[in-house]
């Protein structure tokens, strides 16, 4: 298989089903922003963390290609002429919601109560984290805005929103691992 085919260098490319439609397509908007959330995820995978969080962003990463395969696939085109279903792998399920809930509370057990917002830095890993916390808030929004005008399983946009809120909580936890000072954000008055 070849990376490059050319049919792209005119400004489109496929959806799943063979649609054709131009690079700036919302749908392409939408899963090329969880790709861009995959890269920053592997570069927080990449840096001194425990094995419990290299395992959870490891399985994060191989949802979020399963995400951006369910955006991929417009709903007239998931089922296939002979009724087979065109993507061929779980799908994303409450299940794994579920995990990252459970993963937030294993972290918040082990974290001092919040008080006030936090400044995102404090260590490169810690700011890694922030980066790819905002990227997955622009991808809920991109797909938020793509579900007002085409139908998409909801369930990409309550997994998005539960995995910043992970990013969020994993970025603490680093904060901690890493003993960096996490800075309040203190309004100016």
């Known amino acids: 298989m070849k990376v490059y085919t050319k049919t792209g260098d005119k400004g489109q490319t496929s959806l799943f089903g063979g649609t054709r439609v131009p690079k700036y397509n919302l749908r392409i908007e939408a899963y090329g922003t969880i790709d861009e959330l995959n890269s920053n995820i592997g570069l927080i ?6 094995k419990n969080t290299f395992d959870t962003l490891v399985k994060i990463q191989n ?8 955006l991929a696939t417009p ?6 002429k002979n009724g087979k279903e065109r993507l061929n792998i779980p799908k994303i399920n409450e299940e794994d919601i579920a995990f990252l809930e459970k993963e937030m509370d ?5 974290l001092p ?9 404090g260590h490169p ?5 922030h980066i790819a916390r905002t990227v997955c808030r622009r991808a ?3 797909t938020v805005n793509l579900s007002e005008t085409e139908d998409i399983n909801s369930i990409t946009i309550s997994y998005l929103n539960r995995l910043s809120d992970y990013l969020f909580v994993l970025a603490r936890k680093l904060s901690k691992d890493n003993q960096a000072i996490e800075v309040a954000w203190i309004p100016r008055k």
């Open 63 to 70: 949802e979020l290609f399963t995400l951006g395969s369910m």
């Open 75 to 80: 709903k007239d085109k998931e089922i296939l």
């Open 140 to 142: 809920e929004r991109i």
């Open 113 to 121: 109560a919040m008080t006030n917002f936090i400044l995102p830095g």
């Open 45 to 50: 995978r990449d840096q001194k963390i425990d």
């Open 106 to 110: 294993k972290m918040d057990n082990e």
């Open 125 to 129: 890993t810690v700011s890694y984290c």
